[in-house]
């Protein structure tokens, strides 16, 4: 899993390493969540998260065509960073694009060399969609959001407004879907998915109707953004 497309497919330029690393962090990931299951998956991409996150490398692009001295593109941002732009799309276009579009960008290149835009199209032609936002936002440009979040309970509408803000300060704001998990008053657990503009504040209500005050309110429960989350309330 690790070496497969380093050495069947690789970049064509040195900035494109995250094309060889970035595939072999993310399907050793995915080998652990087939051997041992999906919370040990979770597991290894939050820890991978934390250790983007602490990075100072996290304020360079992962396509970084800048950097002169090359073994410094063996960083957090080419393998980490890399895999976790990798689980984004896959929950973005869903398995079968993700999947039959890696094997046709394998396909095409097999034994020779590639860029991140004979991926992107590859997976384009099989999602049906164009993202070139997508990766744009995770590879060309530096960071990650940092979204805090707010909430309130309305008793006459019996609604959650959701507040997410992403401060501005380091990193112009990001575009992405969230899953946030709604704890009601009895325990239960209400799933809902909203998608957060690229905007510094992005209020939402909720489509849910509460009888009372809910419990918490828990952003990406399952490991599905790369994000430096400031906690709810």
């Given at each position: 899993a690790h070496q497969w497309f380093g050495d069947a497919v690789t970049e064509r330029e040195w900035g494109h390493l995250w094309l060889s690393e970035g595939f072999a962090?993310?399907?050793?990931?995915?080998?652990?969540r087939h051997a041992f299951g999906d919370s040990a998956f979770r597991a290894e991409m939050?820890?991978?998260?934390?250790?983007?996150?602490r990075d100072p490398v996290i304020s360079r692009p992962v396509i970084d065509s800048g950097q002169a001295d090359l073994m410094r593109l063996l960083n957090t941002n080419s393998y980490q960073k890399g895999g976790w732009t990798l689980h984004m799309l896959r929950l973005l276009v869903g398995d079968s694009a993700f999947f039959h579009g890696i094997r046709d960008?394998?396909?095409?290149?097999?034994d020779g060399n590639a860029l991140t835009d004979d991926l992107m199209r590859a997976v384009e032609n099989r999602a049906g969609v164009k993202l070139g936002?997508?990766?744009?936002?995770?590879?060309?440009?530096?960071?990650?959001?940092?979204?805090?979040?707010d909430w309130?309970?309305?008793p006459a509408s019996r609604r959650v407004?959701?507040?997410?803000?992403q401060p501005t300060q380091?990193?112009?704001?990001?575009?992405f879907p969230l899953t946030v998990d709604v704890i009601d008053a009895a325990g239960a657990v209400h799933r809902v998915h909203v998608d957060i503009p690229a905007e510094p504040s992005t209020r939402v209500t909720l489509p849910l109707d509460l009888g009372a005050r809910p419990r918490n309110i828990v952003l990406d429960?399952?490991?599905?953004?790369?994000?430096?989350?400031?906690v709810a309330r």
């Open positions: 962090t993310y399907f050793e990931a995915l080998w652990t939050a820890r991978t998260r934390v250790e983007i996150i960008y394998y396909a095409a290149h097999r936002w997508f990766f744009d936002q995770w590879l060309r440009r530096p960071g990650v959001p940092s979204p805090s979040s309130r309970y309305d407004t959701l507040e997410i803000v380091f990193f112009a704001p990001y575009r429960p399952d490991v599905e953004l790369l994000a430096d989350f400031r």
